[in-house]
């Protein structure tokens, strides 16, 4: 029997087979769509330590040499590349009206000319973007109560006027020491703290003018002291009210 080579009927043609080209463009599409996703992702970066770190425990890597910084931005495309791409349509920036130091030196020129006497319980600190007028001890209120004194009114009137002119919010907050309250119409150290607060609140709106929209009340009670109020010092300066003009930022 004579062996002839298997010749095949079909015909082949040259080149790949042309499901191969809508393979080719399915993969484009899926890496284009990898891409994007990419593109859009952001990286948190504590979680990212956290993971870097439980993938060196896991895998017992161990450096004394720092081969990598973790990444410097939120977003893992460049910073530069997507600001023009996308610019933002409003920013808000922080523009101060008013002028912070000169309005902490007309407070300190305030209290030290009428209130010599009390002024190492009465401070005016001057900070970024807010002034902090701090009542502390008795110089306010008196123990356990949320009536302003007699002594202090013509301060929180100057106070206000001050106030008045300026721009921006006005925060009260009231602090106490952490000695139990056992006695009278406040049961604990925060109710008292509140009243404390609104009481100063109610009066720079009523006595002074100020738009009632401007103001906030809080009440912290004990929880957040400024100094120890394991001596007698410390909670006196603990026992304070505090009068904040915090300068909000305008939109351009």
Same mark, same amino acid.
């Given at each position: 029997?004579?062996?002839?080579?298997?010749?095949?009927s079909?015909?082949?043609?040259e080149?790949?087979?042309?499901?191969?080209?809508t393979?080719?463009?399915?993969?484009?599409?899926?890496?284009?769509?990898?891409v994007?996703?990419?593109?859009?992702s952001?990286?948190?970066?504590?979680?990212?330590?956290?993971?870097?770190?439980?993938?060196?425990?896991?895998f017992?890597?161990?450096?004394?040499v &720092?081969?990598?910084?973790? %990444?410097?931005?939120? =977003? +893992?495309?460049?910073?530069?590349? !997507?600001?023009d791409i996308?610019?933002?349509?409003?920013?808000?920036?922080f523009?101060?009206?008013?002028?912070?130091?000169?309005i902490?030196?007309?407070?300190?020129?305030?209290?030290?000319?009428?209130?010599?006497n009390?002024k190492?319980?009465?401070?005016?600190?001057?900070?970024?973007?807010q002034?902090?007028?701090?009542?502390?001890?008795?110089?306010?209120?008196?123990?356990g109560?949320?009536?302003? &004194?007699?002594q202090?009114? %013509?301060?929180?009137e =100057? +106070?206000?006027?001050?106030?008045? !002119?300026?721009?921006?919010?006005?925060?009260v907050?009231g602090?106490?020491?952490?000695?139990?309250i056992?006695?009278g119409?406040?049961?604990?150290?925060?109710?008292?703290?509140?009243?404390?607060?609104?009481?100063?609140?109610?009066?720079?709106?009523?006595?002074?003018?100020?738009?009632?929209?401007?103001?906030?009340?809080?009440?912290f009670?004990?929880?957040?002291?400024?100094?120890?109020?394991?001596?007698?010092?410390?909670?006196?300066?603990?026992?304070r009210?505090?009068?904040?003009?915090?300068?909000?930022?305008?939109r351009?």
């Open positions: 029997m004579s062996e002839e080579p298997f010749q095949s079909e015909e082949v043609t080149g790949a087979p042309l499901w191969v080209v393979f080719g463009d399915l993969m484009s599409l899926l890496l284009c769509f990898f994007l996703l990419l593109s859009f952001e990286t948190d970066r504590n979680k990212y330590k956290e993971v870097a770190g439980s993938l060196e425990r896991a017992g890597i161990q450096r004394k &720092k081969t990598f910084d973790s %990444p410097k931005g939120m =977003k +893992i495309i460049a910073r530069d590349f !997507d600001q996308f610019p933002p349509k409003e920013r808000l920036e523009v101060v009206t008013q002028d912070e130091k000169q902490g030196e007309e407070l300190i020129k305030e209290i030290r000319t009428g209130f010599e009390m190492e319980l009465i401070q005016v600190n001057v900070g970024k973007k002034i902090t007028i701090r009542l502390m001890g008795e110089t306010a209120f008196d123990s109560k949320a009536e302003i &004194k007699d202090m009114i %013509p301060l929180l =100057k +106070i206000g006027s001050v106030l008045k !002119d300026s721009e921006g919010d006005i925060i907050a602090h106490t020491d952490n000695v139990p056992k006695s119409p406040y049961k604990t150290n925060m109710e008292l703290s509140s009243a404390r607060s609104t009481k100063v609140a109610l009066f720079l709106i009523h006595r002074s003018s100020i738009d009632p929209r401007r103001i906030a009340t809080m009440g009670g004990e929880y957040r002291p400024i100094e120890s109020n394991n001596t007698p010092k410390g909670r006196e300066k603990n026992r009210v505090e009068i904040i003009l915090t300068f909000l930022p305008s351009k």
